[in-house]
């Protein structure tokens, strides 16, 4: 959580694509990730490695709750075109890795 606890910050070990979506562009936290009420909602990409879901609506999620990328995920490698690479070979992120949400570090 922020130390708010109206959203969660989330970070990626690389670089990513967004899963297509733009930087700022608000979309349903559950296109991308599964956690109690991701469909209810909206998560937004600050970076291609940083991600903010609002869940200040949610009375349900709670520090020590999990948060995996859903199974229908698409976020993929960060595609960058200055290197000679076939990003249409790029996997999607696997669903099997969770986190657990943590109070803010102060």
């Known amino acids: 959580f922020d130390k708010t606890g109206a ?6 070990d690389v670089a990513t694509d967004r899963a297509s979506y733009l930087v ?6 559950s296109k991308v990730f599964d ?5 209810s909602s909206s998560c937004f990409w ?14 349900s999620l709670y520090p020590g709750d999990n948060v995996s990328l859903a199974s229908d995920n698409t976020v993929k490698n960060e595609c960058e075109d200055w290197i000679e ?22």
Do not use: M, W
């Not at 959203?7 to 990626?12: A, E, N, P, Q, R």
């Open 7 to 12: 959203s969660v910050v989330l970070t990626f």
């Open 24 to 29: 700022g562009a608000e979309f349903p936290c």
């Open 35 to 39: 956690f109690t009420d991701a469909a």
């Open 46 to 59: 600050t970076t291609n490695q940083h991600l903010i879901a609002d869940v200040s609506a949610l009375t």
């Open 85 to 106: 690479q076939r990003c249409d070979c790029f996997a999607s992120a696997s669903s099997n890795y969770t986190i657990t949400i943590e109070l803010p570090s102060k």
